[in-house]
């Protein structure tokens, strides 16, 4: 069955430190993707999304993306981290052409001072 | 401009009471989906409508969830004879347009809590 896996369900950086919150894949076939943020008791924020138009992907609030074919991931990366980038991160796949998304479990990201 | 709402924000339930939440997605959008979010099985989709076409609902859990959407726009799911394990956030997310587009946006509101004692 075609899955996503985010590696880490928690992360924690200290303030000004490189975030990178890994997202894999499961299929030969590659998928539309995406990154969403969650904060505290609201719904999911759009991060940025790869679309085959650019391997390198840049998003809102300063992050990026590098989708990599040959390794099937979609990491995402931030080179200085804010306390307010604490919340959790979804990677989501698509695959069907409705645009129904398959998410990871989550990171959740802690920035410490 | 207005996202997409949901209500009520916050839901409490005695098992076995039958349940309704709604969602009103972005004006002009014609594709809508439900998300259920819930700490054991995390984020999963439960089902998908565009237009006036028959949904998608290969991601329900069970017969005693439902949803219907009238007039191309607001959706409302039941869940009827509610369990403990219907606990969860029931997210609805909506964008432009459905078909052959998988790399358009969804927009998501921000969740209806549900708890089932």
């Known amino acids: 069955a075609q899955s996503v896996t985010q590696l880490g369900s928690h992360v924690s950086v200290s303030e000004g430190a490189l975030v990178l919150l890994r997202c894999n894949y499961s299929s030969s076939v590659p998928p539309y993707l995406f990154w969403y943020v969650q904060y505290p008791n609201q719904g999911l924020q759009l991060l940025l999304k790869y679309t085959s138009a650019a391997t390198l992907v840049k998003g809102i609030n300063g992050f990026e993306a590098e989708f990599k074919k040959s390794e099937t991931s979609f990491h995402l990366t931030k080179p200085s981290a804010h306390m307010s980038d604490a919340a959790e991160y979804f990677c989501?796949?698509?695959?069907?052409?409705?645009?129904?998304?398959?998410f990871g479990q989550g990171t959740t990201l802690q920035v410490k001072p | 401009g207005a996202g997409v709402s949901q209500s009520p924000s916050n839901k409490v339930t005695e098992k076995g009471k039958d349940v309704e939440l709604r969602c009103d997605p972005i004006?002009?959008?014609?594709?809508l989906y439900w998300y259920r979010q819930s700490l054991g099985q995390g984020l999963e989709f439960l089902i998908y409508?565009?237009?006036?076409?028959?949904?998608?609902k290969s991601g329900l859990p069970s017969d005693r969830f439902s949803a219907e959407r009238t007039g191309g726009s607001v959706s409302t799911l039941t869940i009827q004879r509610t369990q403990q394990e219907d606990s969860a956030v029931y997210l609805c997310?909506?964008?432009?347009?459905?078909?052959?587009?998988?790399?358009?946006?969804?927009?998501f509101g921000p969740g209806t809590r549900l708890l089932v004692l």
């Open positions: 004006s002009g959008h014609t594709a």
């Open positions: 409508f565009q237009g006036n076409s028959a949904p998608d």
């Open positions: 989501a796949v698509s695959w069907s052409n409705t645009g129904k998304l398959i």
């Open positions: 997310a909506s964008r432009t347009s459905g078909g052959m587009t998988p790399q358009e946006t969804q927009y």
